[in-house]
């Protein structure tokens, strides 16, 4: 007996080691109690990360230290979406009705910040923010006249031009977006772009092959029936593989249609077999996915058909970097680094 309760312990130990078990979670300490929605993971060294009162941090040594700031005139400023590009350049998206909405820049590393563009859409609101490189972008927003609304850049912000709303499709009754973790909004290689929504119905995802010009949009199972349900964040990984995560944000314990997955790009979703609670963002961490809510991480290594939980951490936002480092943010300043 005794000899196979040690093979059973060794096959056990096996099976963990080459599942890639042993992600660990590091509280670090930002500074301050903004509440954070936005982070950018650059590498397993550099992160940014933004949140309410127009409040900024950067670290460039593993979080061991964070420079965390308040960018100058914009106190009353939510940056719900930071994207980074290495240790100096960055882009910050305020989200709010109307002109709450804004996109600033810094080039030196969050000395200095230069505000680029405002929502001049009375009844706008935008979301999330993402880049394809360094000069070439597009910002989200919900619907404004029955359209979701897209701005893009082709000079690294110098110049946002409105997209005609003749290339999207239109959004259903009170169907809208997310502003939850800058994850709502992906871009992928050189030139797709996808959205995720809720509201209406079910969750949809929204995808764009020329760089937001004109999309199609596919129906997920994820629960979307009221305003506070529905899709809040995609992701994805090489090939046709990706998630979308959700759920109801005034009912994070409750589980249900959470989680959807596809391995076709995209053209049809299917509920994943064990799914967690109400998650705001999802990432993939090299060898699985991690999401993030208000009732803790969760990771799945099957492609997003279960998952099990990582903490009981309250987190809105997660990244990775390639090596499989990444950071949760979420209230009061609360960042965690994950590494392995």
């Not at 590091?26 to 940014?48: F, H, M, T, Y």
């Not at 809720?198 to 199609?216: E, I, L, N, Y």
């Amino acid at each position: 007996m005794r000899a196979n309760w040690l093979v059973a312990v060794a096959w056990a130990a096996l099976v963990m080691a080459a599942r890639g078990q042993g992600l660990l979670g590091e509280k670090q300490s930002l500074g301050s109690d903004a509440g954070l929605r936005g982070v950018s993971v650059v590498s397993g060294q550099i992160a940014w990360v933004s949140g309410t009162g127009g409040t900024v941090g950067r670290t460039t040594d593993g979080g061991t230290t964070w420079q965390t700031r308040v960018v100058p005139g914009a106190e009353k400023l939510d940056f719900r979406d930071v994207e980074a590009f290495g240790e100096r350049v960055a882009y910050l998206l305020a989200a709010g009705p109307g002109d709450a909405s804004r996109i600033f820049k810094t080039t030196d590393g969050g000395a200095t910040w230069l505000q680029q563009v405002v929502n001049r859409e009375a009844k706008g609101f935008w979301d999330a923010i993402a880049f394809w490189d360094e000069r070439h972008g597009l910002v989200f927003g919900d619907p404004v006249d029955g359209r979701f609304q897209i701005l893009t850049t082709e000079d690294g912000g110098a110049n946002w031009k409105a997209v005609d709303a003749g290339g999207m499709p239109g959004a259903l009754p009170k169907e809208g977006a997310f502003a939850a973790s800058g994850t709502c909004l992906m871009t992928r290689g050189t030139r797709e772009a996808w959205f995720v929504t809720g509201g209406s119905g079910k969750g949809r995802v929204f995808h764009s092959v020329d760089r937001g010009r004109t999309w199609t949009v596919a129906e997920t199972p994820v629960a979307a029936g009221n305003e506070s349900s529905g899709i809040f964040s995609i992701g994805w990984v090489k090939g046709g593989s990706g998630v979308v995560v959700g759920g109801d944000y005034r009912r994070p314990n409750e589980l249900g249609a959470t989680v959807a997955r596809t391995g076709d790009g995209g053209r049809t979703w299917t509920l994943a077999g064990k799914p967690p609670p109400f998650c705001s963002g999802v990432a993939w961490a090299k060898d699985r996915w991690i999401a993030v809510g208000t009732a803790g991480a969760h990771e799945s290594m099957d492609g997003g058909e279960t998952w099990r939980r990582l903490d009981m951490g309250n987190h809105n936002a997660v990244g990775f970097a390639e090596d499989g480092t990444g950071w949760a943010v979420g209230p009061k300043g609360s960042v965690t680094r994950y590494s392995r």
